[in-house]
C-alpha cells in the first residue's frame, strides 16, 4: 500500500483555510490531524475527534518521549500534534492534513521534509482586509494585528512547496489545487 502525504497547510488569518480544507476533506483519501491539549473540554466537544485530551502530566510525558510532533502553550494549556496519529493514517495511506500557523510549519517540514507545505493566500492584502472586517467579529484593532501578522506571513509563503491563491468565491478551485499538488507528489 502506498503511504500517504503529510500535507502542511499554513496561510494569514482570513484567507479561507478553513473554507478550502472543508472541500478537501470531502475526499475520504484525506484525515485532519487532531490536536492534542492540556485544556478541559468545552460543551459538546468529543475526545479523539474535537481534540485528544489529556492531563498535563500526560503531555509532558509524550515531549519528553518524542510522541508530539510541534507544541505550543496557550493561556496556560498545551497543544501539539500527536505524532502517533499521523503516523498511523499516513501508514493506511491516508493523506494527513496539518493546519498549522507559519512557525510550527517550519519546525514540522524540519522534523519531516518528505511533508508537503501548502500556502495559502488572499488574491491581495486588499481582499484580505475586506474579508476580515466583512466578517465583524472583530474591532479595528484586532483587524490592524490580524493584518499585520498576515504581512509577516506572506513573507514566508516562498518557503512552502505549492503557493495557492484563494480567489473570492471558489475555495473548491483551491482544494482542487491542492489535492493535485498532492496526486503530484504522490507519483514523484
Known amino acids: 500500500m502506498e503511504k500517504g502525504i503529510l500535507l502542511i497547510v499554513s496561510g494569514p488569518s482570513g484567507c479561507g483555510k478553513g473554507t478550502v480544507l472543508k472541500y478537501l476533506l470531502e475526499n475520504k483519501e484525506y484525515s485532519y490531524s487532531v490536536s492534542a491539549t492540556t485544556r478541559n473540554p468545552r460543551e459538546g466537544e468529543i475526545h479523539g475527534v474535537s481534540y485528544f485530551f489529556i492531563s498535563r502530566e500526560e503531555f509532558e510525558a509524550w515531549l519528553s518521549q518524542g510522541k ?12 501539539g ?49 475586506n474579508r476580515l472586517v466583512g466578517r465583524g467579529t472583530e474591532d479595528e484593532a484586532t483587524v490592524a494585528k490580524r493584518l499585520a501578522k498576515a504581512r509577516e506571513e506572506m513573507k514566508l509563503a516562498p518557503t ?11 475555495p473548491e478551485k483551491a ?5 493535485k499538488a498532492v496526486t503530484a507528489k504522490k507519483t514523484v
Open 160 to 170: 512552502y512547496d505549492v503557493v495557492i491563491v484563494n480567489e473570492d468565491g471558489a
Open 68 to 79: 508530539i510532533l510541534e507544541h505550543t502553550v496557550y493561556c496556560d494549556n498545551y497543544y
Open 175 to 179: 482544494a482542487a489545487q491542492i489535492h
Open 81 to 129: 500534534t500527536p505524532r502517533a496519529f499521523v503516523e498511523e493514517q499516513l501508514e493506511k495511506g491516508v493523506n494527513v492534513v496539518l493546519e498549522i500557523e507559519t512557525e510550527g510549519a517550519a519546525n514540522i517540514k524540519a522534523l519531516m521534509p518528505h511533508a508537503l507545505s501548502v500556502f495559502i493566500a488572499p488574491p491581495s492584502m486588499e481582499d484580505l482586509e
